[in-house]
């Protein structure tokens, strides 16, 4: 036919047509989930960051001890969410959707060596940071307030008393295979470090890391760590927590330092030692007159703003 209709979404650089799709989905299928799986859950989201299938977010109504963990290990069987890598689940008031008060309530409630697991099994085809094809490793945060029973003979984690000075974390951090670095949230009592190396050059980068982490003026400063290459903007948090999302393993990617911080090399993998067991794909961009086209309708389209094509600061 010469009027034929090809189904099929544009997926990518986020935002495309898929997180349109997993907004829709997290309102469409919360009832189905609720009275057939987890009458316990309030809210599910997907944050665009991850397109759909490596992170999703589950508030629940917690009542008893292991709820929270109860919940990852049944939702990571249930449908599609099979495909899920990261799963968290607060319970509470935190807006799930406001990513700054999401971020306080996560890492005020997790101790790492207690409350995330590791396991593995199917991922979306999609997912290129697995060592074997459509099959990897998967992470279960539970970041819900805890009940007594749930701490008890817990080591206690040690968080440090002190304010960190912004100027002396940074001159600590200044070393040469450190190329770029975003400790900005720091500022805003957010203990989190984004640091750019390049693995082409020092393949050794992790254990230098976490090194440096264990330093007396650094130990206990920072909740999470991520490693990304030097090409990518620290700056640009939403395009660091897509890097991240979609270039990380759970398992194998993590480094638990201590109770209290956690390592996640989110580079790209190809220069680790050794190599890599596939082939790790460039980022795909639009050319520059499919975006000049969709500029160019846009206000035909019925969008209530203007997006910028997510290409453009991918684009060498």
């Not at 944050?47 to 589950?58: K, M, R, S």
């Not at 701490?151 to 951090?173: C, Y």
């Not at 976490?210 to 990518?232: N, Y």
Request: hydrophobic share 40%.
């Amino acid at each position: 036919s010469k009027k034929a209709v090809y189904p099929a979404t544009i997926v990518g650089i986020p935002p495309q047509e898929d997180v349109w799709l997993a907004r829709a989905t997290e309102t469409i299928f919360l009832s189905p989930v609720r009275l057939t799986i987890q009458p316990e859950v309030i809210d599910f989201h997907m944050p665009e960051t991850g397109v759909a299938h490596n992170l999703v977010i589950v508030k629940i109504k917690k009542n008893y001890p292991g709820q929270g963990m109860k919940v990852i290990n049944s939702l990571l069987g249930a449908g599609q969410m099979m495909l899920t890598k990261y799963i968290v689940v607060v319970s509470g008031s935190p807006d799930i959707r406001n990513y700054r008060e999401l971020v306080i309530e996560i890492l005020n409630n997790t101790e790492f060596k207690y409350d995330v697991f590791f396991t593995q099994g199917p991922l979306d085809v999609l997912d290129h940071s697995s060592d074997n094809f459509s099959f990897g490793g998967k992470a279960g945060i539970d970041a819900t307030m805890k009940l007594p029973e749930e701490i008890a003979g817990r080591e206690k984690m040690s968080v440090p008393d002190r304010s960190a000075d912004i100027q002396t974390v940074a001159s600590l951090l200044k070393v040469q295979f450190i190329k770029v670095l975003n400790i900005s949230l720091l500022k805003g009592g957010i203990r989190i470090a984004v640091l750019g190396v390049n693995p082409s050059e020092d393949r050794a980068y992790p254990g230098k890391v976490i090194e440096l982490l264990k330093h007396e003026g650094l130990a206990g400063i920072f909740r999470l760590v991520i490693i990304v290459d030097h090409t990518v903007n620290t700056d640009d948090l939403y395009t660091v927590a897509w890097q991240t999302l979609g270039n990380t393993d759970p398992r194998r990617d993590h480094y638990v330092i201590s109770p209290y911080t956690i390592l996640l090399d989110a580079t790209i993998k190809f220069y680790q030692p050794g190599g890599f067991s596939r082939r790790w794909p460039n980022i795909v961009c639009s050319d520059t007159d499919t975006i000049d086209k969709v500029d160019t309708i846009w206000d035909t389209l019925g969008f209530d703003r203007f997006i910028p094509s997510p290409s453009l600061k991918h684009m060498i």
